[in-house]
């Protein structure tokens, strides 16, 4: 298939590179046909082998947003802790809500119409559970909006090498990875650990072909996609 000229693709928002997810996506959302210009917002600087021509990467303080981003088509949030990492209940939710539905209303009064972004299995707002209450609430904040078309990614336990990312071992993961492997086949796929660049596919292709309305994409539905 021919290359579109950068006129014809669209331009996308990246918050969250520098995870598990994110780096999956990021050289997803890079590809020569895929968007003319991937925005990136990032509490860190760029790493050393962040490099192309479509890249934009911006250092941000996800507290305190630019009051204005340039013009965005698409956007992808990878923003995400853990309780343990976070320090307390309301840190952990300053990340996986507000910085989350921050960077979502952004990106929508930056004119994205699409919004691709990444919560877990078991999100419910109505949740006993303190996590899975505080994913379902974002879920519910982004799809309120006014995008076009929402796509919710909702995996089980990650599987990826987080150390060498420079990030906590969650311990969960490991334990998955490590002693789940030998049957990893037995466990249901709605339960089945993901590896994240399974998640990131998913995730991008649901955004570019998504249709009006919002869409959950289950572990099981990204595990398939994999295959």
Not at 10 to 21: C, Q, R, V
Not at 83 to 96: L, M, N
Not at 111 to 125: H, I, K, M, N
Not at 176 to 203: C, D, H, N, S, Y
Request: proline fraction near 7%; charged fraction near 20%; aromatic fraction near 4%.
């Amino acid at each position: 298939m021919p290359k579109q000229p950068p006129a014809a693709r669209p331009t996308a928002l990246l918050a969250g590179a520098t995870g598990l997810i994110g780096r999956s996506l990021l050289p997803r959302l890079l590809e020569p046909d895929a968007y003319a210009r991937v925005v990136v917002l990032a509490r860190s600087a760029a790493p050393a082998d962040a490099r192309a021509p479509a890249l934009d990467w911006r250092t941000v303080d996800f507290t305190r947003l630019p009051r204005k981003l340039p013009a965005i088509d698409h956007a992808y949030i990878a923003l995400g802790t853990t309780i343990r990492v976070a320090g307390s209940q309301e840190a952990f939710r300053a990340v996986d809500l507000d910085a989350v539905v921050a960077v979502a209303r952004a990106a929508r009064a930056a004119g994205a119409t699409r919004l691709g972004v990444v919560s877990a299995l078991g999100a419910d707002a109505r949740s006993a559970v303190f996590y899975n209450r505080v994913k379902g609430e974002m879920e519910a904040a982004v799809a309120g909006l006014g995008y076009e078309a929402v796509v919710i990614a909702q995996p089980s336990l990650l599987l990826g090498d987080r150390g060498a990312l420079g990030q906590p071992v969650r311990s969960g993961e490991v334990f998955a990875a490590r002693f789940l492997g030998p049957v990893m086949g037995l466990v249901p796929r709605t339960f089945r650990p993901i590896k994240a660049e399974a998640v990131a596919g998913a995730l991008v292709a649901a955004v570019r072909d998504a249709k009006p309305g919002v869409q959950r994409l289950s572990s099981a539905q990204m595990q398939a996609r994999a295959a």
